[in-house]
């Protein structure tokens, strides 16, 4: 059975740090793209970031770039986004979700919330 | 970036009654070299992750019950849900996957009349 289990959120102020987890268990992680994707309260489902299988291409939305950081241990099948500069409008609950061969997610681990508040 | 745009916001449905929903994008997710439609549909339970329904806009997910289908192509697409159960009362959207980023509708709220 796929499971996707996120760790580390938590309450940071406003300009903090903060690294979510998540540990993949059930399938071949090491085959697979992975992403990060995010739900402010209340509000629509947003793509973060992605990594290739291997680590070596990276892609992130705009609102991200620059300050988030997406890695992976694929010896650990595990997948880690670090969170710089956080602002009020990086709050919601981060979900980690795998990519099936075109795009789509298939499964989603039951996310972690971040809030950003002073 | 590609906008999703689902309609209605909301709907009341009577058990046993069809549920449609529907989706527009703001450019084309069908892909000419292999005629596919990049555009998929989730269902999202309170507390709970997104769950895949439906791919390649008409592709039933494994364990997904028959009463769920897709439809459509290129810019405007379909979920319909046949007969509606009393499990499926959720937050509906829809996704397309054509592009980066990848955009979600805004949500359709499918409830019990």
């Given at each position: 059975?796929?499971?996707?289990?996120?760790s580390g959120g938590g309450l940071v102020q406003p300009g903090g740090s903060l690294r979510v987890s998540c540990a993949a268990s059930g399938f071949t992680f090491s085959s697979h793209w992975m992403s990060w994707v995010r739900q402010a309260p209340g509000r629509v489902l947003e793509w973060v970031a992605d990594i290739k299988p291997d680590g070596s291409e990276k892609t992130?939305?705009?609102?991200?770039?620059?300050?988030?950081?997406?890695?992976?241990d694929n010896a650990k099948n595990s997948m880690s986004l670090q969170m710089n500069s956080l602002r009020?409008?990086?709050?919601?609950?981060?979900?980690?979700?795998?990519?099936?061969?075109g795009?789509?997610?298939d499964a989603w681990g039951l996310g972690t919330l971040v809030t950003v508040s002073s | 970036d590609i906008v999703m745009t689902q309609s209605p916001d909301s709907l009341a449905v009577s058990l046993g009654e069809r549920a449609t929903i529907n989706c527009k994008s703001s450019q084309t997710v069908l892909y000419s070299s292999n005629n596919k439609n990049y555009l998929a549909w989730y269902q999202q339970k309170p507390g709970?992750?997104?769950?895949?329904?439906?791919?390649?806009?008409?592709?039933?997910?494994?364990?997904?019950?028959?009463?769920?289908?897709?439809?459509g192509s290129e810019t405007d697409f379909t979920l319909t849900i046949?007969?509606?159960?009393?499990e499926d009362v959720a937050v509906y959207y829809c996704l397309q996957y054509y592009v980066t980023p990848r955009t979600f509708g805004q949500g359709t709220k499918v409830e019990l009349k």
């Open positions: 059975e796929v499971q996707l289990v996120e992130y939305v705009d609102s991200v770039k620059g300050r988030f950081t997406i890695s992976r009020a409008e990086d709050t919601a609950v981060y979900y980690c979700a795998r990519v099936m061969s795009g789509f997610w | 709970q992750p997104p769950k895949l329904l439906i791919y390649w806009a008409s592709t039933r997910e494994s364990g997904v019950p028959d009463r769920f289908s897709g439809s046949s007969s509606l159960q009393a």
